[in-house]
């Protein structure tokens, strides 16, 4: 009865610090407008966020606070039509030449093509560790969950719910992982026609714009970075570090089951299988289990 006790107790502490931990999905007090405000928008309530681009400009957003490890989510509704050689990102990143980040991007197409999402990760200011998919429903038609869940074990990409993809650990083989830097949450919808669309080779169609990315319900359930202090304190387990626990260590046989599912169906690119880019010097985590 005591474990028992004890176990609920535990829970009930993990509970609440989850729920102050939580970042308030209130646009106005968890972000700004960074670039772009003259034709951009936090709207209502401050509950749904505007990204535009148009000739004159592109716009983008990011986080109060930086974080390190823990979740952070968000509802997207990408642009509709032709959104060819547009970029709506979604990513985590720290400042300066060595920085570390985490992203996700959404790169138009031609209308009635699919969105492609591209994914990468950087450690120390080296990123090249592309991995790229198409979508298995219409990301313009409605808001979709986009999530990123980074702790000192591993990185997951997930798209409502379902894990697409999964960076590990092996700091201890040599392999960088970004775990001593906080990171700012951004999203920016700008002009990328010089590479987002087949290769740069579909330039954006002005006459279908002004092109429009909307967002709902920013949560970021994570680790306030609080200078290098929080680099031990933000991955110790500790009752309300809820990211630290056995359970996100890795992922359940049903997750993984769910990912090999978008990994055999939709995905269209891996930098671990792109011996012709990097010449056959395969990097190292190529070699190690990443699931």
């Not at 409605?142 to 379902?162: A, G, L, M, R």
């Not at 056995?246 to 599912?261: A, N, V």
């Amino acid at each position: 009865m005591a474990t028992l006790q004890s176990l609920a107790i535990a829970l009930f502490i993990s509970w609440v610090a989850f729920q102050q931990r939580l970042v308030n999905a209130q646009f106005y007090e968890s972000m700004y407008l960074n670039w772009g405000a003259h034709h951009s928008s936090i709207l209502g309530n401050g509950e749904e966020l505007e990204l535009v681009l148009d000739q004159t400009s592109g716009s983008g957003v990011q986080s109060y606070q930086a974080f390190l490890f823990g979740s952070t989510e968000m509802l997207i509704k990408l642009v509709p039509g032709n959104s060819a050689g547009t970029v709506t990102a979604y990513y985590l990143s720290s400042s300066g030449d060595q920085h570390d980040e985490i992203d996700f991007e959404f790169l138009g197409n031609s209308s009635g093509q699919p969105y492609i999402v591209h994914t990468n990760v950087f450690t120390q200011g080296i990123g090249n560790k592309e991995q790229q998919f198409y979508l298995w429903f219409d990301p313009t038609a409605d808001f979709h969950n986009y999530t990123i869940h980074w702790n000192p074990t591993e990185i997951v990409w997930y798209i409502d719910s379902i894990p697409i993809r999964v960076f590990r650990n092996y700091e201890n083989e040599g392999i960088a992982y970004p775990n001593k830097q906080g990171m700012v949450v951004y999203s920016s919808l700008w002009n990328a026609d010089n590479w987002a669309t087949r290769g740069g080779l579909v330039k954006i169609d002005w006459n279908s714009g002004p092109f429009v990315a909307r967002y709902r319900n920013f949560k970021a359930r994570s680790c306030s970075w609080e200078g290098e202090n929080s680099i031990s304190h933000c991955a110790a387990s500790l009752p309300e570090h809820w990211w630290t626990s056995d359970l996100y260590k890795e992922l359940s046989y049903g997750k993984q089951g769910q990912m090999k599912w978008v990994r055999d169906n939709y995905m269209i690119y891996d930098y671990c299988k792109d011996t012709n880019r990097f010449n056959g010097q395969m990097a190292s985590e190529c070699s190690e289990a990443q699931y």
